[in-house]
């Protein structure tokens, strides 16, 4: 197990037997908070093309923070996170994913490479966008693979943390885990509020590039 894919779990239920402080950020995170605008951005997906926040508006918009090295991601990407891409792509919702592993870890895969592991992988956001700088990662607050974030029609961001209600790299535990995501959307496309509007975030640390955050 590499120490460098567990360190930011952030949950308090200890993973593989690590120690509470060793699966602590680090650093200090700015933050949006659930009910505040969401901060626009402005990036370019997997082949080249920008893509921004506000070109949505009036969509519901799912952000997914992402990393094919973390097992916490590969957990959910044996299935779980193309059934949800499907499911609510088809009903309008767009969905982004967003890499902002720096160009120097290990963890880092090039656009072209991001690109063919989620094709092979069966997955189907609306777009698949590179923060190598980091900026939007930190502009949201998000600390772990796979961070999630939910932006209503009006900009507002009305979902901010983990993917689901178990916090583990086990497949076998996502039928039983409460999915936030899933529910959220849900509730909205029905015209009702987020019931869980925040959840706890867990994964791998995110990789920023020094200074980032």
């Known amino acids: 197990m590499q120490r460098r894919q567990f360190h930011a779990l952030t949950t308090g239920t200890l ?3 690590l120690s ?14 659930v009910g505040q605008t969401a901060p626009d951005f402005r990036l370019n ?10 070109q949505f508006r009036g969509k519901l918009v799912v952000l997914e923070w992402n990393n094919p090295g973390c097992p916490f991601v590969r957990k959910h990407y044996q299935g779980n996170m193309q059934s949800l891409h499907k499911d609510f792509t088809h009903q309008g919702v767009v969905w982004l994913a967003i890499n902002s ?6 963890d880092y895969l090039e656009p072209a490479q991001l690109a ?7 997955a189907s956001p609306t777009a ?4 190598q700088d980091g900026t939007v990662g930190a502009a949201y607050g998000a600390r772990v693979t796979p961070h999630m974030y939910i932006v209503d029609t009006q900009g507002k961001l009305v979902y901010a943390g983990g993917i689901d209600s178990i916090a583990s790299a086990r497949e076998s535990d996502i039928g039983k885990a409460t999915n936030y995501v899933r529910q959220g959307l849900t509730e909205l496309l029905a015209g009702k509020a987020v019931s869980a509007p925040t959840s706890q975030a867990y994964g791998c640390s995110i990789k920023y590039k020094s200074g980032a955050t």
């Open 15 to 17: 993973f593989a037997g």
């Open 116 to 122: 063919k592991w989620m094709r092979e992988k069966g």
């Open 101 to 106: 592993t720096e160009t120097q870890s290990a």
């Open 45 to 54: 997906d997997t082949g080249g093309q920008p893509v921004s926040l506000s």
């Open 128 to 131: 698949t966008l590179m923060d």
């Open 20 to 33: 509470a402080a060793s699966l602590l950020p680090r650093r200090a995170f700015a933050s949006v908070a």
